[in-house]
């Protein structure tokens, strides 16, 4: 992997796995992985799209592999991106100076419910503007 698409997708992961880590809030934490000898995964158990591509985006920034993204781990997109340096404090809740993914599915949830709140005022006050003479 070259240095200039990693730092690509790392800038993708802080972008995508906020924007697209509603779909890991949508989510049960994921099983421990099963010994070798057990069944093949059930569709109920197998990640949808959205939550498959933000474990790989997630992954490719865990760069040490120890399940967290840490903020030497982040400066490479925040380096692209200087505005998720913000994001990752916001979504480092216990400023443990790492993102676990708990964290992001919290903070795609947290996004998610803001976005449907707003739209729910905004359709609220279009109803209102329709139905004045």
Known sequence: MT??????????????????????AQSAPAA???????????????????????????NL?????????????ADVAIRIKPSLAELFERTDTNHDGYLTQDEIRAEAARAKAERQARREREAAAAAGAMSRP
Do not use: V
């Not at 920034?61 to 781990?73: K, V």
């Open 3 to 24: 240095l200039l698409f990693r730092l690509r997708a790392a800038a993708a992961l802080l972008i995508g796995a906020l924007a697209a880590g509603a779909a890991l």
């Open 32 to 58: 421990p992985a099963a010994p070798a000898s057990a069944p093949p995964a059930t569709a109920a158990q197998t990640p949808g799209k959205g939550e498959a591509q933000a474990l790989r985006l997630f």
């Open 61 to 73: 920034l865990d760069a040490n592999g120890d399940g967290r993204i840490s903020r030497a781990e």
